[in-house]
């Protein structure tokens, strides 16, 4: 019988907020699972999937323009639990004849808010919370039967609610980390307005996802390409825990990966899991196809066709096989399925989403396909596998290809990897690597003036990188140690003959992405 952790379901509709996916991934860190729909949806169909709750995110519009977003009206005459954040709220607010206007000041960014008697805030221990703010509308009015819970100087009708109606709004953003206590709120929302017990824990999901992946394959053999970065890791751990040595695992090994990752990876798997690993060295072939291309999407294209191409020749090898799985996380879903419903754009196309060729006529097993990557971690370290493995920092799918600028030789990809060790290597000795969200070493295309010894050198340039992020949506550049750095600089330079010199990235995301390709 299937373990029901997701029987309390907790909906968000979408506005086209930059932020939609953290109010999703606390909603899971409350023990609930949550799901991301088009604010589009009737009503119709969102009670047939039993929503203990609905949350309607913000979004760039105004609930004034002609065309804004709208909302079907029967779900917010409904008697579910509704929580509306920033654009949520005020569309809530107009729906019961309350008023929204433009504000004279715009609100971004940090802001003091004093807190009236709340449900929905009473979990909060404190008088006054600092919050973030992204809006231009402000509700002037309460709808009738509404009372104020909240309010900052800029904005008087910072929160409010009508419990008998259960409809609660908030104009600042709980789910962003700026937002002091703002799981806090969600936990009020989830367990004391929408009366969720919170059963979505890893070793749940770890249960129901082994379950699940008995029923879809049965007795078949399922075929997995393995890169070993966290998801397709977590992936062979679940699959091999289903349904034993009935898992074949393809290992391509493109020449872009760092220094030693692919002994060490299957060194690792091999250790955790016992599992068949077929290992195709075709370091060759991708470097030649690659010869000559210096555009980012160029390369991605090449890396993609040169894959599938060694994938399905590797595949031929290995006979009766009915399935192909996947490392689809859930934000791969939600970026490229089109599921938001504002005017997001799209930032990057993810391999693991329709990646394969449909002649490869095999149905897909995707079990994270409904997982967040902090979730998948846990997943990970539920099934035993090595944290040493886990904890690695993201690592792109075109590997060293989008931190190698330019054109891509070997010569250039070896110094890459001796600097990226190097810089790996001084960040563990000083304890900073699990602290730190994510580091590396790019390649620059130029070359600098230096001094060593008495000779002048003319060499490359290697660029450092340093962030710490909670989601990865937005970053900041980490402040490491100048001690650390000048010990990092100086050994690159030193040991790295093709080096003059080395540079540290203090750009935040936005307006940078962490990745520079």
């Not at 393995?226 to 998801?231: F, K, Q, R």
């Not at 190698?404 to 070896?414: A, H, N, S, W």
């Not at 060593?452 to 990865?472: H, K, N, Q, S």
């Not at 001690?483 to 935040?508: F, G, H, M, Q, W």
Request: glycine letters at 8%; a positive charge.
């Amino acid at each position: 019988m299937s373990t029901r952790i997701d029987s309390e379901k907790i909906f968000i509709l979408d506005f086209g907020s930059q932020y939609t996916q953290l109010i999703a991934r606390r909603i899971r860190e409350a023990g609930v699972f949550s799901e991301i729909l088009p604010h589009t949806i009737s009503f119709n169909k969102l009670s047939k999937l039993n929503p203990k709750g609905i949350i309607l995110s913000g979004g760039p519009e105004s609930v004034n323009a002609k065309h804004t977003l709208k909302i079907d009206p029967k779900i917010l005459d409904s008697d579910i639990p509704i929580l509306g954040i920033c654009y949520g709220m005020q569309l809530m607010a107009k729906h019961f004849k309350g008023k929204v206007h433009a504000s004279k000041k715009r609100e971004f960014g940090h802001a003091e808010i004093k807190i009236n008697r709340s449900k929905l805030l009473n979990g909060v221990p404190l008088k006054k919370l600092n919050v973030w703010m992204s809006h231009g509308d402000k509700v002037n009015n309460l709808p009738k039967g509404f009372v104020k819970t909240a309010s900052s100087s800029n904005s008087p009708i910072a929160a409010f609610e009508n419990q008998s109606l259960n409809k609660y709004g908030l104009q600042f953003h709980p789910e962003v980390t700026h937002t002091q206590k703002g799981s806090l709120i969600f936990k009020s929302f989830t367990k004391e307005i929408c009366q969720c017990k919170g059963n979505w824990k890893p070793k749940n999901i770890v249960k129901k996802l082994i379950q699940d992946i008995r029923k879809q394959v049965g007795d078949g053999k399922v075929l997995l390409g393995i890169s070993g970065g966290v998801d397709s890791s977590v992936v062979a751990a679940l699959l091999s825990k289903a349904i034993g040595k009935r898992l074949e695992c393809i290992f391509v090994d493109n020449g872009l990966l760092r220094k030693d990752e692919a002994t060490q990876v299957l060194k690792s798997l091999n250790r955790a899991l016992k599992i068949n690993i077929h290992f195709s060295d075709s370091e060759k072939l991708f470097l030649k196809n690659l010869k000559g291309e210096s555009d980012p999407e160029g390369k991605r294209k090449i890396i993609g066709k040169n894959f599938i191409d060694v994938f399905l020749k590797e595949a031929k090898k290995i006979k009766d096989v009915s399935f192909l799985a996947q490392g689809t996380i859930y934000p791969d879903v939600i970026e490229s399925s089109g599921i938001k419903g504002g005017k997001a754009h799209v930032i990057k196309s993810h391999h693991n989403v329709g990646g394969l060729p449909s002649y490869l006529n095999l149905p897909l097993v995707e079990p994270l396909n409904s997982l967040f990557k902090d979730e998948v971690r846990k997943i990970g370290l539920t099934l035993g596998l090595p944290k040493s493995l886990i904890g690695r920092h993201p690592f792109p799918g075109p590997g060293l290809a989008v931190r190698t600028l330019g054109e891509i030789t070997r010569e250039k990809l070896d110094i890459l990897r001796e600097a990226d060790h190097i810089f790996m290597e001084e960040l563990t000795n000083a304890g900073l690597y699990n602290k730190v969200s994510q580091a590396f070493a790019v390649f620059l295309p130029i070359k600098s003036v230096g001094v060593v010894g008495d000779a002048r050198r003319y060499e490359y340039v290697i660029a450092l990188r340093a962030a710490e992020t909670v989601d990865f949506m937005t970053a900041k550049a980490s402040k490491l140690d100048h001690n650390l750095l000048n010990k990092v600089s100086d050994r690159i330079i030193n040991e790295i003959p093709k080096v003059s010199r080395v540079v540290y990235d203090i750009s935040s995301k936005p307006p940078a992405t962490i990745e520079w390709e």
